[in-house]
Protein backbone atom coordinates (compact mmCIF):
# COMPACT_ATOMS: atom_id res chain seq x y z
CA UNK A 1 0.00 0.00 0.00
CA UNK A 2 2.57 2.86 1.21
CA UNK A 3 4.83 1.93 -2.83
CA UNK A 4 1.61 2.46 -4.13
CA UNK A 5 1.38 5.66 -2.57
CA UNK A 6 4.61 6.56 -3.33
CA UNK A 7 4.49 5.35 -6.67
CA UNK A 8 1.17 7.69 -7.20
CA UNK A 9 3.03 10.57 -5.71
CA UNK A 10 6.12 10.34 -7.51
CA UNK A 11 3.84 10.40 -10.80
CA UNK A 12 2.04 13.85 -9.82
CA UNK A 13 5.32 15.25 -8.92
CA UNK A 14 6.56 14.47 -12.29
CA UNK A 15 3.16 15.85 -13.88
CA UNK A 16 3.36 18.92 -11.95
CA UNK A 17 7.42 19.54 -13.00
CA UNK A 18 6.18 18.82 -16.79
CA UNK A 19 3.11 21.24 -16.37
CA UNK A 20 5.56 24.11 -14.55
CA UNK A 21 8.48 23.54 -17.35
CA UNK A 22 5.27 23.65 -20.15
CA UNK A 23 3.79 26.67 -18.42
CA UNK A 24 7.45 28.73 -18.65
CA UNK A 25 8.19 27.94 -22.47
CA UNK A 26 5.10 29.09 -23.29
CA UNK A 27 5.62 32.42 -21.91
CA UNK A 28 8.95 32.79 -22.93
CA UNK A 29 7.38 32.01 -26.80
CA UNK A 30 5.14 34.63 -25.77
CA UNK A 31 7.47 37.29 -24.35
CA UNK A 32 9.58 36.49 -27.77
CA UNK A 33 6.42 37.14 -29.67
CA UNK A 34 5.72 40.19 -28.06
CA UNK A 35 8.96 41.56 -28.27
CA UNK A 36 8.86 40.71 -32.18
CA UNK A 37 5.48 42.68 -32.88
CA UNK A 38 6.41 45.37 -30.79
CA UNK A 39 9.84 46.28 -32.81
CA UNK A 40 7.92 46.13 -36.22
CA UNK A 41 5.29 48.44 -34.61
CA UNK A 42 7.58 50.85 -33.75
CA UNK A 43 9.62 50.84 -36.78
CA UNK A 44 5.96 51.68 -38.59
CA UNK A 45 5.05 54.37 -36.32
CA UNK A 46 8.82 55.84 -36.84
CA UNK A 47 8.89 55.31 -40.36
CA UNK A 48 5.37 56.85 -40.43
CA UNK A 49 6.72 60.10 -38.49
CA UNK A 50 9.68 60.83 -40.68
CA UNK A 51 7.60 60.40 -43.64
CA UNK A 52 5.29 63.04 -42.36
CA UNK A 53 7.91 64.65 -41.51
CA UNK A 54 9.80 65.20 -44.73
CA UNK A 55 7.24 64.77 -47.09
CA UNK A 56 4.53 67.13 -46.02
CA UNK A 57 4.63 71.30 -46.49
CA UNK A 58 3.20 72.93 -43.52
CA UNK A 59 4.69 73.21 -40.18
CA UNK A 60 2.31 71.95 -38.42
CA UNK A 61 3.18 68.14 -40.61
CA UNK A 62 7.02 69.19 -39.37
CA UNK A 63 5.78 69.14 -35.97
CA UNK A 64 3.84 66.41 -35.74
CA UNK A 65 5.86 63.81 -37.67
CA UNK A 66 8.98 63.77 -34.75
CA UNK A 67 6.24 63.73 -32.35
CA UNK A 68 4.67 61.16 -33.57
CA UNK A 69 7.86 59.06 -33.93
CA UNK A 70 9.28 59.69 -30.58
CA UNK A 71 5.42 58.96 -29.05
CA UNK A 72 5.90 55.79 -30.53
CA UNK A 73 9.30 55.21 -29.16
CA UNK A 74 8.52 56.59 -25.34
CA UNK A 75 5.50 53.82 -25.60
CA UNK A 76 7.54 51.05 -26.36
CA UNK A 77 10.80 52.16 -23.77
CA UNK A 78 7.52 52.92 -21.03
CA UNK A 79 6.25 49.51 -21.25
CA UNK A 80 9.43 47.71 -21.06
CA UNK A 81 10.75 49.70 -18.13
CA UNK A 82 7.34 49.47 -16.06
CA UNK A 83 7.70 45.12 -16.77
CA UNK A 84 11.04 45.31 -15.59
CA UNK A 85 10.03 47.92 -12.14
CA UNK A 86 6.40 45.16 -11.82
CA UNK A 87 8.35 41.72 -11.53
CA UNK A 88 11.40 43.10 -9.11
CA UNK A 89 7.81 44.10 -6.60
CA UNK A 90 7.14 40.67 -7.41
CA UNK A 91 10.31 39.52 -6.56
CA UNK A 92 9.88 40.90 -3.54
Not at 75 to 80: D, E, K, P, R
Request: overall charge negative; some cysteine; charged content about 25%.
Amino acid sequence: MAEKQAEHRQFLEKEDYRIGEFAIRKEFQQRKWGQIFAFFIVLFVVTCGVIIALYSESTAAHIMGPLLSSTGLASIIYIFTHQDKQKQEDEN
